[in-house]
């Protein structure tokens, strides 16, 4: 295994998921109080909602279709689902797509509104603009490989083979680089990005995936009234 094959593919891996705990811990200890979306709702509502609805919506779907897709062996999926490899694609294909798009048109209003919208690009960071072209980028090869790569390419790539066991060997600390070699290159794009996406994730506003609103459920109710002889 070359050296280049054991950088990209065991020390980067290793480098980004070491990053993103450092930082997180580093940003929870002295950051708390900007640990939020910091949401520029107040300057722009309109495009927000659409941007922010679709992208949430549709990576919700993507993300349980990475758990599926990467964290569950496809030998557990055949034998005890009894859904063959084809039938799978099909379902990862059209469903992963739709979710796949939602998020795309989603991310890419965001990008549009952070850039374009001149009150939300004024007030925005560099992180704010860096984290939303990763993501674009990320997400953009992500629907290359599910839609245009297995729709285009009679090859029989399947990363369920090959880059979902290479992902799980890097959690039991026994990582099979040689797994990755023939991936085709928009995959390796993808996933390189994605875990430079890890990265950097504890030093942008991507932090307020993390702040579920538990707090709001035990919140006492605010109670509104009227002043006295205000008029209706
Ligand atoms: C920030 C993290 C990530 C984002 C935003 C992301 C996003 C996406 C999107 C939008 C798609 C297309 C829709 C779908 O098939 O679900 C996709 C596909 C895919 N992603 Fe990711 N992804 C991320 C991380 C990863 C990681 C870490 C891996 C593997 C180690 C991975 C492997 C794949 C594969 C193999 C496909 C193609 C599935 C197919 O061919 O059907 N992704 N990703």
Redesign the pocket.
């Known amino acids: 295994m070359n050296y280049w094959n054991q950088f990209l593919w065991v020390i980067f891996p290793y480098m980004m998921i070491a990053t993103t705990i450092i930082g997180h811990i580093y940003r929870y200890s002295t950051d708390q109080m900007d640990w939020s979306s910091r949401s520029s709702e107040f300057l722009e509502k309109k495009t927000l909602r659409w941007g922010s609805m679709l992208f949430h919506y549709g990576?919700i779907f993507?993300f349980f279709?990475?758990v599926l897709?990467?964290l569950i062996p496809e030998s557990f999926i055949t034998n005890n689902i009894g859904m063959n490899n084809e039938t799978y694609?099909k379902i990862?294909?059209s469903f992963?797509?739709i979710?796949?798009i939602a998020?795309v048109i989603g991310i890419s209003i965001l990008l549009f509104r952070r850039y374009g919208n001149k009150k939300v690009s004024k007030t925005s960071s560099f992180n704010d603009k860096f984290i939303i072209v990763l993501?674009v980028l990320?997400?953009g090869f992500?629907?290359y490989?599910?839609i245009f790569?297995?729709l285009t390419t009679t090859g029989d790539f399947n990363?369920r083979l090959s880059?979902s066991p290479w992902?799980r060997s890097l959690f039991i600390f026994s990582p099979d680089p040689s797994l990755m070699v023939h991936a085709p290159i928009t995959?390796k794009i993808?996933?390189l990005l994605?875990?430079l996406?890890?990265g950097v994730w504890p030093f942008t506003r991507l932090v307020h995936v993390w702040s579920l609103p538990i707090a709001y459920i035990k919140r006492r109710h605010i109670v509104y009234r009227r002043r006295c002889g205000e008029v209706k």
Do not use: D, P, R, S
């Open positions: 990576f993507v279709g990475h897709g990467l694609h990862a294909i992963g797509g979710a796949g998020t993501l990320v997400i992500g629907i490989n599910t790569y297995n990363y880059i992902f995959y993808h996933v994605a875990f996406t890890f």
